[in-house]
């Protein structure tokens, strides 16, 4: 039984913790730890990620963070997963929440070298700190950033100890205090450019990671390059070799800079590659700020339709094609084809489907057939009370519906019932507070701010945005006993 159990350190690996319990239990050997904290006894701690724990050791561990915010704030999730596709990565979050071990196979892990062995590492400045102001140093996060080799705080010499991260070493928990050395003297490093990337890397790693954006980092790097020479006057070629030769020049001068090859910055673009240390590299390099880089957004208008709008407004104005071509800058083999319509999306008008001639559709009679099923939708995304509700979106009642993207745009009465529906952030947070409520005492569990997080994946603050929404969903009663748990 587990009686005692630290609370963890900011940017703490959750391994840490277990190693830091570990170190201070009274246990005769690392085997009896794990019969108490593991499913498997014979498991190996994760030093990077997470195992499958028992519920008493689950229950500890989650007493005051959600699973969630454990996953984000204390495993090596945000540097392995914060730049794969949305799905990618919300799969391999699902995973790691539900102790699963397929996130393996979604995260981009370094391949495994039979010559070459990692090991935890530390700065010894921070553990002379951690030290003073916890009476114990912890491994932290951000020295375990793969091509990082500086503490982004103190700017000296990451050192490794001899806790391998290595799935050939036998199981055990090793705490950071009892492997690093009291005052240690540090060794700095007099590089400013390593010194920036290495703050750059540690603010986009401890940014929160918006889990379904959809834009791809591919996406986002070509939006940056936009009106600089690595994109053609068109906007829709890069000159990949331009960029690797200037890439390459820029961090020529730093030896500890591992500089990628041109077939990975190729596959970045291509979202075919999303390594943190080398995206970092090059937002860095291109000048990205930190929020952009954790907030991608593309811009409303790229330049390849600035571009062709810009060609049809000259020739709506009667300049022919090289006249045209000079004007902008380009080839005319470019504005030619736009001209004749070969790339004319953007300046096509739109088909509309009430006149398709013989094949014509009736979409009022659609619309009106289609009303019933969209309001059956609505009502099971809000949910029975049982079942978890989800946000209500055209997106989402065309998926359930098994309807084409874009279908309500031809149906006004659905979409406009649709639109009723669509609520906020907040008012969504609401009944999911009621909903878990619900279930905690449906179940006979009992009913604390554990409960609620785990099964909502909220954080505090989220809890307390809704509370005014609250009382428009749920009775006086139910509300008071949720605000009781704050």
């Known amino acids: 039984m587990i009686a005692y159990f630290p609370e963890l350190y900011p940017d703490e690996l959750l391994y840490s913790q277990l190693a830091r319990y570990y170190a201070k239990s009274s246990y005769l050997a690392y085997t009896f730890t794990a019969q108490d904290l593991f499913v498997s006894k014979s498991v190996r701690p994760d030093i990077e990620f997470i195992n499958e724990y028992l519920p008493e050791a689950l229950q500890l561990i989650t007493r005051n963070i959600s699973m969630g915010e454990l996953v984000e704030k204390h495993t090596m999730f945000p540097y392995y997963g914060r730049f794969l596709k949305r799905d990618r990565r919300k799969k391999a979050f699902d995973s790691m929440i539900s102790m699963q071990g397929n996130y393996f196979n979604l995260l981009p892990l370094p391949k495994k070298d039979k010559n070459c062995c ?6 010894p400045m921070c553990a002379n700190e951690d030290r003073v102001n916890y009476g114990e140093t912890y491994w932290h996060r951000i020295h375990q950033m793969l091509g990082l080799d500086i503490c982004a705080i103190h700017k000296c010499k990451l050192v490794n100890s001899s806790v391998a991260i290595s799935g050939n070493v036998s199981p055990t928990l090793i705490s950071a205090e009892m492997e690093i050395k009291q005052d240690e003297k540090p060794e700095i490093s007099n590089n400013k450019l390593e010194s ?3 703050e750059y890397m540690m603010m986009i790693f401890h940014a929160d990671i918006e889990m379904d954006s959809d834009i791809t980092v591919g996406q986002f790097l070509h939006s940056k390059l936009e009106y600089t ?10 000159n990949i070799s331009l960029l690797h030769n200037d890439f390459i020049e820029y961090y020529s001068e730093s030896d500890n800079i591992n500089i990628m090859e041109l077939w990975k910055l190729q596959k970045i673009f291509t979202d075919d590659r999303c390594n943190f240390y080398e995206i970092c590299l090059l937002g860095f390099f291109l ?6 880089m954790v907030h991608m957004r593309l811009p409303e208008t790229s330049q390849q339709q600035k571009f062709d709008e810009q060609v049809y407004y000259l020739h709506e104005q009667g300049l022919n094609y090289p006249e045209i071509a000079k004007k902008m800058g380009a080839s005319i083999n470019i504005v030619k084809p736009l001209g004749e319509k070969r790339y004319g999306a953007i300046h096509k008008k739109p088909k509309n489907p009430l006149k398709s001639g013989s094949k014509a559709k009736d979409w ?16 099971q995304l809000q949910g029975d009370g049982i079942c978890r509700p989800k946000r209500v979106t055209k997106n989402a009642v065309e998926l359930l519906l098994g309807l084409p993207s874009g279908r309500f745009k031809y149906l006004p ?3 406009k019932e649709i639109e009723k529906h669509v609520i906020t952030q907040a008012e969504y947070w609401a009944l999911e507070v009621v909903w878990a409520y619900k279930k905690i005492m449906r179940e006979g569990q009992v009913m604390n701010w554990k409960h609620i997080r785990m099964l909502t994946n909220m ?8 509370m005014p929404y609250l009382q428009n969903i749920a009775s006086i009663d139910t509300v008071q006993k949720i605000e009781s748990l704050l």
């Open 413 to 415: 009465k659905c979409r």
């Open 364 to 379: 009022q009679q659609i619309d009106k057939n289609t009303l019933p099923k969209v309001q059956d939708a609505i009502k």
């Open 196 to 198: 920036n990337i290495a």
């Open 459 to 466: 954080r505090r603050k989220d809890l307390m945005t809704c």
């Open 118 to 123: 990692r090991y935890l590492r530390y700065c």
């Open 229 to 238: 020479n690595y994109l053609s006057v068109r906007g829709e070629q890069r």
């Open 287 to 292: 000048n990205i700020p930190v929020a952009d």
